[in-house]
């Protein structure tokens, strides 16, 4: 890599009792309004469980300034759904219009194909379906209610995924209400493409 680089890193807790595990961003470009924060309930250098965030600022050349996140998250049954929601709300706060896009980069623990990562794809399915039937054919956004169930109810049993069961369903509504958005920053953001790597 050529120089000048630029580095910005933070340890979040003491892996086997000596060795400071953390996070870092690495750019070839200067790094601005970098910050650490821990994300998870605790903040023991002594657990594995003390989970931290950096983030940083950086003005690339044709794009303009990004926000950047290195993270390494908790599995989900350690906290992970707390953990990636405090970050999400960290990256939203951090949004302005000078801002170009957000990464969010790292190891987050939760694989392609998972339950939680099913949910934001069927929210996003189900909410660019409804916002086409507004958008193009003038139907009243409080006459519809989204409901989605990642990889539940299932028209085709399936192992794996199964393009019969990636759908949006309509029928006429009685006392059902609307589903809250799934955690994910990702959830309800842009148009809905799929994931053809990853099945959906």
């Not at 595990?21 to 469980?49: C, K, N, Q, W």
């Not at 044709?62 to 908790?74: E, T």
């Not at 706060?93 to 949910?119: H, M, P, R, W």
């Not at 409080?142 to 169930?149: D, H, S, T, V, W």
């Amino acid at each position: 890599m050529r120089k000048p680089y630029h580095l910005y890193t933070d340890w979040s807790h003491l892996g086997f009792d000596k060795y400071r595990e953390g996070v870092a961003i690495l750019s070839r470009f200067p790094l601005s309004g970098h910050e650490a924060r821990y994300v998870s309930d605790s903040h023991d250098a002594y657990s594995i469980h003390s989970r931290k965030v950096v983030s940083a600022q950086i003005q690339l050349p044709y794009l303009g300034l990004i926000n950047v996140f290195s993270a390494h998250l908790s599995w989900i049954e350690d906290g992970f759904k707390e953990q990636f929601k405090r970050l999400s709300e960290w990256a939203e706060s951090k949004q302005s219009d000078d801002v170009k896009a957000t990464l969010l980069c790292g190891d987050f623990n939760i694989a392609a194909g998972s339950e939680g990562y099913n949910k934001v794809l069927s929210y996003n399915r189900a909410k660019s379906a409804v916002e086409y039937l507004v958008g193009q054919h003038g139907i009243a956004r409080e006459r519809l209610i989204i409901n989605y169930g990642g990889e539940m109810n299932n028209i085709v049993a399936a192992k794996g995924s199964n393009y019969t069961n990636r759908r949006a369903e309509f029928k006429v509504a009685g006392s059902e209400t609307e589903q809250a958005r799934p955690e994910g920053k990702e959830a309800g953001k842009g148009k809905f493409g799929g994931n053809n790597a990853g099945g959906y």
